[in-house]
C-alpha cells in the first residue's frame, strides 16, 4: 500500500500535498465512499497538479485493495454473526422437521446459493430429506447407496467437497438418479459439506447453484460451520425427541395403569357386591360404549349374529387355541372378542359388538375386555362352586332319602323338600349305569326337559333320577328316545304317591339294572316290570325260591357232577339251548360226539328218561337260566 508513502513524494518534488492526499483517501474509505466518489478524488488530484497520474492511479489501486479487503472483513464479521445467530435459533428447535427446513434456508441465504438441501445417513443409504429453492419434488425423498454418488467422496473423506460444473466433473462417481436430479434442478456449481457430531457423520449438507461457480475458502468454512452447528442441533433434537417419546409413552403407561387398577377396583367392587355375569356385562357395555356380550355357544349369540354362520364361528372359534383375542371385521362391524379360561378350561367367549369404524380405542377397549374377561371367569367358577356345593348337598339328602328307612313322616317330608321334591306329588326312579362317557351322560341327564321338582344324583357309578308325575313306561320311553338310550344301562321302578316308599322303587330299580347286567342288556332300558320272569330275583325271597327249585330238579346232577368231575350241568345247559342237537353241541363243547353221548346216558341216569320230553327240558332250562342269573346277581350285589 502506498498511499501518501514518502517515496513517492519525494520523487514527485511535491511534498507539501503528500499528507492532505492520504487523509483525504483515508477518510473516504472509513466513510464508505463508494468507487465513483474515488475516482473523482484521484481525479481531483492530479487536476490540482500536487500528485503525479501515476502515483494517483496506484493510490487509487491501493485505496481499492483496502476497501475490498475491508468489505471482505465486513462481510465474514456479519456470516460470523448471522452464523452464531443461526447456532442459537437452532439449538432452540426441538421439532426435528422444522429445523432441517430451518438448516438448508439458512444455507442458502449464507452462500447466496440458488439451492441448499440436506441428505441424512440410515444404515447404507443417504437419503435427501429436505430442500430450499427446488424446482421439483423428485430432489426430495431421492435415496442413493452410500459409497455411490458426489455424497459418497464427502463421507468417505469427512471432509468437503465442491465442483464448479457437477455435470463434466469426473473425480466423483456419478449415480444415475443424482444425476437425473442434477438434470432437472439445473445444477452446475456444487458444494457438499459433512455434518459431523461426535466423530460420527450423521448427514451432508449441499449448496448449488444453476451456473458454475467457484466456490472459495471462507465459503466451504462458512458452510462447514454451519453443518457443524447443524449437526449438534440435530442429534440434541432427536435426543430431546427420544425424550420426549419415552415421556409420553411413559405417561401413556401410568394413565393405562391407573385406568387398569381402577377398572380392577370397579370389577371388584361388584363382585363383592354380589353382581353376576349381567352386571358385568352391563357395566363393561358402560365402559366401552359398546354392547358386551358373553357366549358359550352358537345359541347365546344374538339372533342378527346367530344366523351369520361365518361370524358366529369365528366368535367362538376364539379359544385357548387362539391369540390372546380376535378382532372380527365384516361390512358392518368390527367385533372384538377374548376368550374367558380358568384353569386351562375354555368357558366361553366376551366380545365387544361395535360398529366398523370404532378401532379407534381399539386398545382401551382391549384393555377393559381382558380384565373383564378374568372377572367373568371368577364368577363362573364361583357359580359353578356353589352350585356344586349345593348339588352335592341335594345328592346327600336325596340318597339319604333313597337308601334309608325313615318311620317320621314329618322328618321324611322335611327332607324331602331339602331334596328338591314334593311330597304331594307320585314319583317314579330311575337308576342310570353309564356304559362309556359318565360326564356325557350326566349332560345328556341335565339337558333332558323334565317336570319341576325333578331330581338327579350321582350314586357311585350310577346316576339316580326321581321324576314326577310320570310312570315308569312313561319314562321308559323318554330315557329309550334320547341321547342316554344306548350310552346307559337304565333300571325303572315306581310309581308311588308315599315318599317313604321311595327306597322301594330305588331298590328295584337298582336291582333291574343288575339282572339287566346279568343277562347281558347293555345299554338298554327297562323297567321292573318289564322283566317277566326273571322279575323273581328282584327279591331275596325270589331268590331263596330259585335256589330251592335247583335243589329239586338239578340239585342230583350237581352231586353226580361233584362225584364224578364231569361237567353235566354244562352239558346239560349246553344240550337244551341248542334244541338237543349233538353235533352243534359236541362242537360247542370241544368234546367227541361219543363222549358227549357218554354224558347224556349220565344224565338220563340221574333225571329218568323224560327229561328230553319238551315239557320237562323247558322247566329244566328255565332253572339253569334262573340259577345262572341268581349267582351273577348275588356276585354284583355282594
Not at 455424497?151 to 457437477?166: E, F, K
Not at 386398545?363 to 356345593?389: C, K, T
Not at 310312570?471 to 325303572?492: F, H, K, M, W, Y
Amino acid at each position: 500500500m502506498e498511499i501518501g508513502s514518502g517515496k513517492h513524494a519525494g520523487a514527485e518534488g511535491s511534498p507539501g500535498h503528500e499528507p492532505a492526499a492520504s487523509t483525504d483517501w483515508m477518510s473516504l474509505l472509513l466513510n464508505e465512499a463508494p468507487s465513483p466518489d474515488l475516482v473523482s478524488h484521484k481525479d481531483r488530484l492530479v487536476r490540482a497538479g500536487g500528485v503525479p497520474a501515476a502515483v494517483a492511479e496506484r493510490q487509487f489501486e491501493d485505496a481499492l485493495t483496502i476497501r475490498e479487503r475491508l468489505d471482505q472483513r465486513r462481510r465474514r464479521a456479519d456470516e460470523l454473526t448471522a452464523l452464531n445467530a443461526i447456532a442459537g435459533q437452532l439449538a432452540s428447535v426441538t421439532d426435528i422437521d422444522l429445523l432441517l427446513t430451518q438448516i438448508v434456508e439458512h444455507a442458502k441465504d449464507l452462500l447466496r446459493v440458488d439451492l441448499a438441501y440436506l441428505s441424512l445417513i440410515h444404515a447404507e443409504q443417504v437419503t435427501i430429506v429436505v430442500a430450499a429453492g427446488q424446482i421439483s419434488s423428485y430432489l426430495t425423498k431421492l435415496t442413493m447407496p452410500i459409497k455411490e454418488g458426489f455424497s459418497s467422496a464427502v463421507v468417505a473423506n469427512a471432509a468437503p467437497l465442491w465442483t464448479s460444473d457437477y455435470r463434466r466433473d469426473e473425480r466423483f462417481q456419478h449415480h444415475e438418479r443424482a444425476d437425473a436430479a442434477a438434470r432437472l434442478e439445473d445444477i452446475r456449481g456444487l458444494l457438499g459439506v459433512p455434518m459431523l457430531s461426535q466423530g460420527k457423520i450423521v448427514g451432508v449438507l449441499f449448496a448449488a447453484k444453476r451456473q458454475e461457480r467457484q466456490f472459495a475458502t471462507d465459503e466451504i468454512e462458512l458452510l462447514t460451520a454451519l453443518a457443524a452447528h447443524a449437526a449438534v442441533a440435530l442429534v440434541n433434537s432427536r435426543v430431546l425427541a427420544e425424550q420426549k417419546t419415552s415421556a409420553e409413552q411413559l405417561q401413556a403407561a401410568n394413565a393405562r395403569l391407573e385406568s387398569t387398577i381402577r377398572w380392577n377396583n370397579a370389577l371388584t367392587a361388584l363382585v363383592l357386591r354380589g353382581g353376576d355375569v349381567s352386571d358385568l356385562l352391563s357395566e363393561v357395555s358402560r365402559e366401552a360404549g359398546y354392547p358386551a356380550i358373553f357366549v358359550r355357544s352358537a345359541s347365546d349369540l344374538p339372533d342378527e349374529l346367530r344366523n351369520d354362520t361365518e361370524v358366529s364361528n369365528r366368535i367362538l372359534a376364539v379359544n385357548l387355541d387362539s391369540d390372546s383375542y380376535a378382532e372380527i371385521v365384516t361390512e358392518a362391524r368390527s367385533i372384538l372378542a377374548v376368550p374367558v379360561v380358568a384353569s386351562g378350561d375354555w368357558l366361553g367367549v366376551l366380545f365387544l359388538d361395535r360398529p366398523r369404524d370404532a378401532t379407534v380405542t381399539a386398545v382401551d377397549q382391549l384393555m377393559v375386555l381382558e380384565r373383564a374377561a378374568l372377572s367373568v371367569a371368577l364368577l363362573l367358577l364361583g357359580q359353578h362352586v356353589a352350585s356344586e356345593a349345593a348339588r352335592k348337598t341335594r345328592d346327600g339328602l336325596l340318597l339319604d332319602l333313597l337308601t334309608r328307612q325313615v318311620d317320621d313322616h314329618r322328618e321324611i317330608n322335611t327332607q324331602v323338600r331339602l331334596a328338591g321334591l314334593n311330597p304331594a306329588l307320585t314319583y317314579s326312579v330311575a337308576v342310570i349305569l353309564p356304559v362309556g362317557d359318565r360326564a356325557a351322560v350326566r349332560r345328556s341327564l341335565e339337558a333332558l326337559v323334565l317336570q319341576s321338582h325333578s331330581a338327579i344324583c350321582d350314586y357311585g357309578q350310577r346316576f339316580v333320577l326321581v321324576v314326577p308325575r310320570v310312570d315308569p313306561e312313561e319314562l321308559a320311553v323318554t330315557l329309550s328316545t334320547s341321547t342316554i338310550a344306548a350310552a346307559a344301562t337304565t333300571g325303572i321302578a315306581g310309581q308311588t304317591k308315599d315318599v317313604s316308599e321311595l327306597t322301594k322303587y330305588f331298590n328295584e330299580a337298582s336291582q333291574t339294572v343288575d339282572v339287566m347286567l346279568t343277562l347281558g342288556a347293555h345299554g338298554q332300558t327297562a323297567t321292573a316290570e318289564r322283566l317277566g320272569l326273571y322279575r323273581i330275583l328282584l327279591s331275596h325271597a325270589g331268590t331263596r325260591e330259585v335256589s330251592r327249585l335247583f335243589e329239586i330238579y338239578l340239585g342230583p346232577v350237581k352231586t353226580e357232577e361233584d362225584r364224578s368231575g364231569v361237567p353235566l350241568l354244562e352239558t346239560l345247559d349246553c344240550f337244551l339251548r341248542n334244541n338237543q342237537r349233538h353235533a352243534v353241541t359236541a362242537g360247542e363243547l370241544n368234546i367227541h360226539s361219543n363222549t358227549l353221548y357218554q354224558r347224556l346216558e349220565k344224565l338220563t341216569k340221574v333225571l329218568g328218561t323224560r327229561w328230553k320230553h319238551p315239557d320237562h327240558a323247558l322247566d329244566l332250562q328255565l332253572v339253569l337260566r334262573l340259577e345262572k342269573s341268581a349267582k351273577k346277581l348275588g356276585a354284583r350285589t355282594k
